[in-house]
C-alpha cells in the first residue's frame, strides 16, 4: 500500500473530467424533466453526439465545430422524441427507450469508418493564466472548455428556473400544463425547446467522452452514462445545484476507487462502485412511497398534454 | 418515473426480438449457428475477434450456414433470454462467448437436447455443451517478459476485468516473467469489473499512469486504455485480443490475438457431419489460438529476441509459463524446483503468486 502515490490535485482534477459527460446530460435533462417531460432516450442522445461530434471533428479538424455538431445531432435526435410524444400522444416512457435503442443502432452505423480514428485535440486551457499555479491550477485553471461550459450550464440553469420569468413559465408547465395552457402559454412549445435543450446537452456531453475523456470511437462507448445522468436528477431532487453535487460524487467515488486500487489499498471496491445506485435506488423508494413531491419532482412528470382535455 | 434498473434489460429483449424473427424467416436444410456476444463487434477486442471467427465461419461454408449474432448482451438472465430466442429460431450450434454466459448456457442446453451449445472460457459442461478456451497466459508471460525489460519506473499497470481464474492466470503469468527479468518490478492492478466500458477502462488507465506506471496491461476488450496511454508521454501497452494495430506508430508494443476462427470452423463442420461431441478445449500458441502480434521498434532487438525465442518454446511444448518453483502470494510453496502446473489447478486459480502485493477482490 502506497497512499503517498496518490496526487490529490490530479485526483480532483481526474474527478472533474469523469463527471463532465453525465452533468452535461443530467443538466439537460433536469430542464427537460421540469418542463414535465420524461425523456428516457438519454443513453441514445449521448451516443449519437459521440459519434456526430467525433466524425465532424476528425473531418474538418476543428474539436469546436465537433461539440457543436454533436450539440446539434443530440437536438435533431430528441426532436424525433418531441414530435412524437407532443403531437401524437405517443408513451414517452416507450418512446424514450425507442430513442435510446435508434440512437445506439444509428450511431454504430455512422461510426462505421471511424473505429480506432483519433479526434483532433482539445486543448487544455490555461484560464487567466493561472494553470501553472500550485494546486488550485489544474483543478480550478487547468482544464478544457467543455469542463467549464458545464458548470456554466449548471449556475445558468439555476438562475433560469429561479430567477427569470421564462424559467417560471417553463416550471409552470412541467407542474400544471392544463393551468399553464389556461393561462395562454404554448405548451408544446416550450416543451419542445426544453427537449431540444436537453438533447443538445447530451450530445455534448456524449461528445466529450468520445473527444476528450477516452478519445476515439468504439461502438456503444457510452455504455450506460445516460442511465446514470438520468438517475442524477432523481438523486439531485430536481435541483441543479444537486445535479452537479451528485455528478462529482459520482465521478469522485468512480476515479478515487481505481486510484485507491492502483495504489494498493484494500477496499471492498464492488460496494464502492455500487454505492451510487444503491443511493438512486433509496431515493427511488421514497418517491414511490408518496414522498415525490417533497423531493421536488414536477407534478405533470411523464404525463401527455393535449389542448382538448 | 419508471424503474431505470429494468432498461437495460427491456432494450435486450426488444434487441433478441429482432434478432429472432430475422432468424425464422427461412426453411432449415442451411446450418444455422448462432452467437451471443458481451461487446459490440466493434469494440476492436474481443468481441471483434469473435466476429471475425463467425465471419470466417461464413466463408468457409458460403450458403451451407446461415449465421447470426447478438451484440452487447449482459451477463446473466438476459443472455438465456437471448439463447432461448436463438434455440426457438432453428439454431444448431450457438456460441456463447463470455465467461458470464456459463450458468445460462446450461440452462438454456437442457431446454434444447438437440442444439450444440459451446460456451468460452467456462469449466461446466453437458452431453449438448462443450467448452473451449485459449491459453491467454502464454502470451501474458511474453507480455510479462517484454514489460518486465522496457518499464523505467519499474511500475507495470494491469487493469483486471473480473476476479476470475482466467484473469489472475494472467495476471500471474506477466509478474512471474516480468519479475524474472527485473526484480525490481511491481504492478499496480486496478479491478474494474467490466468486460468493456472504454470511459471507464480509460480512468483506469489515467490513475495508473498518474501514479507512475510507464506500462499497461489490460484485460478489458476496449482500446480506450492505449488511447489513454498515447495522451501520455513514454507509456507503452500491448493490444489485448486482437491486433489493435491501429495504435501501433502510438503506445502499442506488442499484442496478444485471439484467433478462433479455426477452431469455429472445426465445431461448424462437426455439426454438419453429425460429429460433434461434447470437447474439452483449452488451446494455446501450439495450435495457434493464441498468436503475438507484430512487435514494433521500442522493443530493443535483443528483448525482441528473447520473447520470440520464448514463444517458440512454448509453442514446441518445451517450455510451460507455470514451471516451479513458484511460491503463492503468502510464502508458501505452489509448485516445486521443475514442477509444472496441472490444468486442473490452473483452471481454478484463485491466488496470487509471491511478490504480488494486494488481495484478490471476492
Known amino acids: 500500500m502506497d497512499l503517498s502515490a496518490i496526487n490529490p490535485v490530479l485526483l480532483i482534477a481526474a474527478l472533474m473530467v469523469a463527471a463532465t459527460p453525465i452533468l452535461l446530460a443530467a443538466i439537460g435533462e433536469l430542464v427537460v424533466e421540469k418542463a414535465g417531460v420524461l425523456n428516457l432516450g438519454v443513453e441514445g442522445m449521448m451516443i449519437t453526439g459521440a459519434i456526430a461530434g467525433l466524425a465532424i471533428s476528425v473531418e474538418t479538424g476543428s474539436p469546436l465545430i465537433g461539440f457543436l455538431c454533436a450539440a446539434i445531432g443530440g437536438a435533431l435526435l430528441s426532436l424525433i422524441f418531441a414530435v412524437l410524444v407532443l403531437y401524437f400522444l405517443s408513451n414517452q416512457v416507450a418512446t424514450g427507450l425507442a430513442l435510446t435503442l435508434f440512437g445506439l443502432g444509428l450511431s454504430s452505423m455512422m461510426g462505421q469508418g471511424y473505429q480506432g480514428v483519433k479526434p483532433p485535440l482539445t486543448e487544455k486551457m490555461n484560464l487567466l493564466g493561472l494553470g501553472d499555479l500550485p494546486v488550485v491550477g489544474p483543478i480550478l485553471f487547468g482544464h478544457d472548455w467543455i469542463v467549464y461550459l458545464s458548470i456554466t450550464l449548471v449556475i445558468g440553469v439555476w438562475a433560469f428556473l429561479k430567477f427569470t420569468r421564462a424559467g417560471l413559465i417553463l416550471r409552470s408547465v412541467g407542474e400544471n400544463a392544463e393551468a399553464a395552457h389556461a393561462l395562454g402559454y404554448k405548451v408544446n412549445l416550450i416543451r419542445m425547446g426544453a427537449i431540444a435543450f436537453g438533447g443538445a446537452c447530451a450530445g455534448v456531453g456524449g461528445a466529450y467522452i468520445s473527444m476528450v475523456r477516452v478519445p476515439q470511437w468504439v461502438d456503444g462507448m457510452t455504455a450506460g452514462a445516460g442511465w446514470i445522468a438520468l438517475a442524477l436528477v432523481v438523486f439531485g431532487a430536481w435541483r441543479a445545484g444537486r445535479v452537479m453535487v451528485g455528478a462529482y460524487l459520482f465521478g469522485g467515488i468512480t476515479v478515487l476507487q481505481l486510484n485507491l486500487q492502483a495504489a494498493g489499498v484494500a477496499i471492498p471496491v464492488e460496494y464502492l462502485s455500487m ?18 413531491r417533497a423531493l421536488g419532482a414536477p407534478a405533470a412528470l411523464g404525463q401527455t398534454f393535449h389542448a382538448s382535455r | 418515473m419508471g424503474n431505470f434498473m429494468n432498461l437495460k434489460s427491456l432494450i435486450a429483449a426488444a434487441a433478441v426480438a429482432i434478432a429472432g424473427t ?59 433470454r437471448v439463447m432461448t430466442q436463438m434455440a426457438l429460431g432453428g439454431a444448431d450450434l450457438i456460441f456463447t462467448t463470455s465467461f458470464g454466459y456459463m450458468d445460462p448456457t446450461i440452462n438454456v442446453a437442457a431446454k434444447f437436447p438437440d442444439v450444440k451449445f459451446e460456451h468460452a472460457t467456462g469449466y461446466k459442461r453437458a452431453d449438448n455443451v462443450s467448452t473451449y478456451s485459449a491459453r491467454f497466459y502464454e502470451g501474458r508471460a511474453v507480455q510479462g517478459h517484454i514489460a518486465g525489460k522496457v518499464t523505467k519506473t519499474n511500475k507495470v499497470g494491469y487493469i483486471a476485468s473480473f476476479p476470475i481464474p482466467e484473469v489472475i ?3 500471474n503469468a506477466a509478474y512471474l516473467h516480468a519479475q524474472k527479468v527485473n526484480p525490481d518490478v511491481e504492478f499496480n492492478i486496478i479491478w474494474v469489473f467490466t468486460w468493456f466500458d472504454p470511459a471507464k477502462e480509460a480512468d483506469a488507465a489515467k490513475a495508473l499512469i498518474d501514479q507512475g506506471a510507464d506500462v499497461i496491461l489490460q484485460h478489458t476488450d476496449s482500446t480506450a486504455p492505449l488511447a489513454a496511454a498515447a495522451e501520455a508521454e513514454g507509456v507503452v501497452g500491448f493490444g489485448q485480443a486482437s491486433d489493435m494495430a491501429a495504435f501501433k506508430d502510438g503506445p502499442r508494443i506488442g499484442s496478444i490475438i485471439d484467433n478462433w476462427a479455426p477452431y469455429y470452423i472445426e465445431r461448424t463442420r462437426a455439426v454438419m457431419e453429425g460429429t ?87
Open chain 1, 275 to 292: 454505492s451510487p445506485y444503491l443511493i438512486t435506488i433509496l431515493v427511488l423508494v421514497l418517491i414511490s412511497a408518496g414522498r415525490a
Open chain 2, 169 to 171: 492466470r494472467g495476471i
Open chain 2, 22 to 80: 430475422a432468424a425464422l424467416a427461412d426453411g432449415h436444410e442451411k446450418t444455422k449457428v448462432g452467437f451471443v456476444y458481451v461487446g459490440p463487434i466493434g469494440d476492436g477486442g474481443w468481441t471483434y475477434e469473435h466476429h471475425q471467427g463467425l465471419l470466417a465461419v461464413e466463408e468457409e461454408f458460403g450458403d451451407a450456414v446461415e449465421t447470426t449474432y447478438v451484440e452487447n448482451v449482459p451477463e446473466g438472465a438476459d443472455a438465456e
Open chain 2, 276 to 362: 460433434w461431441e461434447s470437447v474439452d478445449t483449452w488451446d494455446g500458441m501450439d495450435t495457434g489460438m493464441v498468436e503475438m502480434g507484430e512487435m514494433t521498434d521500442k522493443i530493443p532487438a535483443d528483448v525482441q529476441a528473447e520473447a520470440q525465442a520464448m514463444m517458440a518454446a512454448i509453442a514446441s511444448g518445451e517450455y510451460h509459463p507455470f514451471t516451479g518453483p513458484i511460491n503463492k502470494q503468502d510464502g508458501s510453496v505452489w509448485l516445486a524446483e521443475g514442477e509444472v502446473a496441472d490444468d486442473g489447478t490452473l483452471a481454478g486459480l484463485n491466488f496470487y503468486i509471491e511478490g504480488i502485493e494486494g488481495d484478490i477482490p471476492n
